[in-house]
């Protein structure tokens, strides 16, 4: 039962994400006006905006003038959904839970918008590092300190990396917004998940970038967004990283 309240209550909250999504970026408010329809301007009751049962309903068209309802509001809203289970299923009805599933869903919001717009939004990020910092005084599972050092490693290296990297080939590679978020990664997580962080991001980017340079051409040049990369490497983290310290460790012992 609890299973499923938690996986409603997730694509509920993924609903409020995919407002986030499309208004943040073009600084609208996120409480006011309601939804609404952007082909006829029509404002969705709330039985049309029921998390992902709706988009079913209506087959993905607008219930007034049929145009297409974009695909990712489903998508947001089962992610959130199945991240707010996958969550609960660890951490229990807890105080982790939920600072865990504020940080998730901030991740889920950051990525969609840097992958349309190739921002960070310091809106986000920024409240982030504070929040994760405050809530590590009711999580039992990070101190302060942990979390006040992942700040300080999360943001420097990249900065460093960032600074390096302008410097070498003249041209800015890693913007700031990959800075605080890697610092607000390190807020909720810790300066160890920050380096696990850091290596699984690089690795799956890399792997991900040449995938993408074998089937366009190695003279494509789109600016692959980094953000994206970095919030999956944090859940991963999240969830595996203890495992794969171990697993680390075990291997050079
Ligand atoms: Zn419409």
């Known amino acids: 039962m609890l299973t499923l309240i938690s996986i409603i209550f997730g694509a509920l909250v993924g609903s409020f994400l995919n407002v986030c999504i499309f208004r943040l970026p073009k600084e609208e408010s996120i409480i006011w006006p309601g939804s609404h ?3 006829c301007k029509k404002s969705i009751k709330f039985y049309d905006n029921i998390p992902l049962i709706s988009y ?4 993905g068209k ?7 309802i974009s695909f990712q509001y489903p998508l947001v ?3 959130t959904g199945l991240s707010s289970l ?3 299923m660890r951490f229990g009805p807890s105080l982790s839970y939920i600072i865990y599933f504020a940080f998730v869903a901030a991740l889920i919001v950051i990525t969609v918008i840097d992958l349309y717009h190739q921002i960070i939004l310091d809106i986000i990020s920024l409240p982030g590092i504070g929040v994760g910092l405050l809530t590590s005084f009711l999580n039992p599972r990070i ?3 942990d979390s006040l050092i992942g700040v300080l490693l999360g943001g420097g290296s990249l900065f460093l990396v960032a600074t390096l990297y302008q410097w ?3 041209r800015e590679g890693m913007g700031g917004g990959d800075v605080k978020l890697l610092a607000m990664i390190g807020a909720f997580l810790g300066w160890k998940a920050v380096i696990l962080t850091i290596l699984l991001s690089s690795l799956i980017g890399s792997v991900i970038g040449i995938i993408i340079m ?4 190695k003279n494509f040049r789109y600016a692959i967004p980094f953000g994206p990369f970095l919030s999956l490497g944090a859940v991963i983290a999240l969830f595996y990283g203890q495992d794969l310290i171990q697993w680390y460790l075990g291997l050079r012992a």
């Open 143 to 145: 101190t302060f300190l």
């Open 56 to 59: 079913l309903l209506l087959w």
């Open 77 to 79: 809203e089962g992610i």
């Open 168 to 170: 070498l080939f003249k």
């Open 62 to 68: 607008c219930r007034h003038c049929k145009k297409p």
């Open 214 to 217: 074998v089937l366009k051409g």
């Open 86 to 88: 996958w969550l609960f």
């Open 37 to 39: 329809c952007p082909y």
